[in-house]
């Protein structure tokens, strides 16, 4: 199972969605709960959708204009919290976090993905790289306030 525990299959990971961001398509289905998430810097904006059954992440879809570091990151989320409950959802997201805000990270593995590269030159960066991951933890706290 892929995870953020090793970084040389996080590395791999960034670079695949770097290069085939994958854009999963909002959804008309009920079950869904949706978030757009504006960047404060740039034109980025996502809609980030999440079906949840029994405290586990079904599925999760967005949509929406952004850069390659957005695209890129939320990529990456669906990947690798799709079928994860809450909590390891939180987990995986408080990692990525430190991963970015920490540099908790190997820069000579992570040098040329683009969720890091150059990503502390350029503050406004770093909120690109973690706008749909924003959405996500959005969304798990309305959900937890239902």
């Known amino acids: 199972m892929r995870s ?15 290069q085939n ?21 740039c034109i980025d904006n996502i809609d980030v959708e999440v079906k949840m059954n029994n405290d ?3 599925d999760i879809r967005f949509d929406g204009e952004a850069c390659a570091i ?5 990529s990456i ?6 079928g994860k409950s809450v909590e390891e959802a939180k987990t995986i997201h408080q990692q990525y ?9 190997d820069e000579d593995l992570l040098e040329e993905a683009i969720a890091f590269k150059n990503t502390h030159k350029q503050a406004n960066r770093i909120k690109c790289a973690t706008i749909g991951w924003n959405a996500l933890e959005e969304l798990i706290s309305s959900k937890e306030g239902e």
Request: net charge negative; aromatic share 6%; hydrophobic share 35%.
């Open 97 to 105: 976090m430190n991963m970015i805000f920490e540099k908790d990270y």
């Open 4 to 18: 953020l525990d090793n970084p040389l299959i996080l590395r791999e990971i960034i670079m695949d969605h770097y």
């Open 70 to 74: 957005s695209t890129a990151s939320t």
């Open 77 to 82: 989320m669906t990947e690798l919290v799709k």
């Open 56 to 58: 586990i992440i079904e």
């Open 21 to 41: 961001p994958r854009n999963h398509g909002i959804v008309d289905e009920e079950g869904y709960k949706k978030v757009n998430m504006n960047s404060e810097t």
